[in-house]
């Protein structure tokens, strides 16, 4: 149990230079937390309060919810999505402003990622406070200030979009959610295994800002939920649940002192987007955005692995030309609909730019040993893959419906959806993309057939 008071609520300058902090106000994480939700309300004498659920959440939570604010004598609206498959893009988000009362003061969501996000959003755009009433600790944007939404066809993170007054994770209510969305959860912190790493090879290389406070407090938040995944998450334990909830809480956290979601997202996230747009081209979501990134960890893992062995055999890197007219055919081809916005990025960050690949390059040649003892530094695959299985949790996109095509297509350009530093680029750099994309699937074939 953390206690949350040395997280939230504070403002400091770190010894990074960079000053931190979380105005998040309330945190609660433990059996029966929902009935703390009425003394929140009446604290801030809140009116005109709006719940936002989908038909799975209202059963999950939402029903218990309304029981507790009946009885207390609060008044309330609500909207409840009927979609299946309820997608975080424009019209979701017209939705909830169309059915929202005229003077609302807070939203209360109930649900994980998509509705968080949704009302991150909404509260952020309409300047109305938001509570979210954790059903799943699926993953870790509870407490971080970014929202993901999928705007015209483009996976886009909004950064900076404030954060929910008080996040309330009822331990009872989170044990019974679907098991997948409990791996998902650990998936999205394995994930930081990458992401870290992704961080520290953009300062060697390109000295963007790093600070190791904030790593520290990830680590803290994947140890924790590492030790959750191995105490009984199958069976449903009350308290490893609960512990993979606090761990998922503290990395959003940790989100919100950087500013936006450098220390929780790297190259295993993009790839995980990635794939995310391409499934709801063909009309669907495909599995959840944690289990796409445990899948996309392992990959990640593979390229940190191969990329040591690489270096240490590689004495002189080829400088690369872009053909921009070749990369936006095949960014056309690869993205579909979504290929507009990643040209525009493109063209905004200008990261594939021949001058500034030569200068990553010299950096890379400059720091190979420091890049070799990053990679080696990362989890031992077969342990990490030990471990999934034993949760139950996908390892192989083979088994969350990635085909072959997809994992190429992800390994050479899910780099292109964030203007942010991380090994996808650098094999970009290197010129070992395809070289590497066509090893990888051959392993994985491999594995497959073990």
């Known amino acids: 149990m953390y206690n949350w008071s040395e997280f939230i609520g504070k403002r400091y300058k770190c010894q990074c230079g960079h000053?931190?902090?979380?105005?998040?106000q309330h945190i609660v994480v433990e059996k029966n937390a929902l009935i703390k939700i009425v003394s929140y309300i009446k604290t801030a004498s809140y009116n005109g309060i709006c719940i936002i659920a989908d038909k799975n959440t209202e059963k999950a939570a939402a029903t218990k919810l309304y029981e507790i604010l009946e009885q207390n004598n609060i008044v309330y609206t609500k909207y409840v999505f009927s979609e299946n498959e309820l997608v975080p893009d424009e019209i979701a988000v017209g939705k909830i402003i169309t059915h929202l009362a005229k003077k609302c003061e807070l939203l209360i969501g109930i649900g994980s990622g998509?509705?968080?996000?949704?009302?991150?959003?909404?509260?952020?755009?309409?300047?109305?406070?938001?509570?979210i009433v954790a059903t799943a600790p699926s993953m870790d944007g509870y407490a971080s200030d970014g929202a993901a939404l999928i705007i015209d066809n483009l996976k886009t993170t909004y950064e900076k979009v404030g954060r929910p007054k008080a996040i309330i994770a009822d331990t009872s209510i989170l044990k019974n959610a679907p098991m997948h969305l409990i791996t998902a959860g650990i998936g999205d912190i394995f994930g930081k295994y990458i992401c870290l790493t992704d961080w520290q090879l953009s300062h060697i290389i390109t000295g963007e800002y790093y600070c190791q406070k904030?790593?520290?407090i990830m680590n803290k938040a994947v140890l924790a939920v590492t030790d959750a995944a191995n105490e009984g998450i199958i069976q449903r334990n009350e308290k490893a649940i609960g512990s993979v909830m606090e761990g998922l809480i503290l990395a959003g956290i940790d989100m919100s002192y950087s500013g936006n979601s450098r220390p929780a997202s790297g190259s295993e996230h993009h790839m995980s987007h990635y794939w995310e747009m391409i499934f709801l081209q063909q009309g669907h979501e495909g599995v959840h955005h944690g289990t796409k990134v445990g899948v996309g960890t392992i990959i990640s893992l593979m390229l940190y692995k191969k990329l040591a062995e690489k270096l240490k055999l590689t004495t002189t890197f080829p400088q690369k030309h872009f053909n921009k007219s070749t990369w936006i055919a095949n960014i056309k081809n690869v993205y579909g609909k979504a290929a507009p916005g990643v040209i525009a990025l493109e063209e905004y960050a200008q990261k594939n730019d021949d001058a500034k690949v030569a200068t990553r390059l010299s950096?890379?040649?400059?720091?190979?040993?420091?890049?070799?003892?990053?990679a080696e530094k990362l989890p031992n695959i077969s342990k990490l893959i030990e471990l999934m299985r034993k949760i139950n949790a996908p390892y192989h996109p083979a088994q969350i419906g990635v085909t072959e095509e997809m994992v190429k297509n992800a390994i050479i350009y899910a780099k292109e959806l964030r203007n942010r530093y991380g090994i996808l680029q650098l094999l970009f750099d290197c010129g070992w993309q395809e070289e590497f994309a066509n090893e990888i699937c051959h392993e994985l074939n491999a594995m497959n057939k073990s």
Request: proline share 0%.
């Open 19 to 24: 000053i931190h902090e979380c105005d998040i």
């Open 114 to 131: 998509v509705i968080n996000d949704l009302c991150k959003f909404i509260s952020y755009t309409l300047k109305i406070d938001y509570f």
């Open 214 to 216: 904030l790593v520290d």
């Open 363 to 374: 950096n890379i040649k400059k720091y190979k040993n420091n890049i070799i003892n990053l």
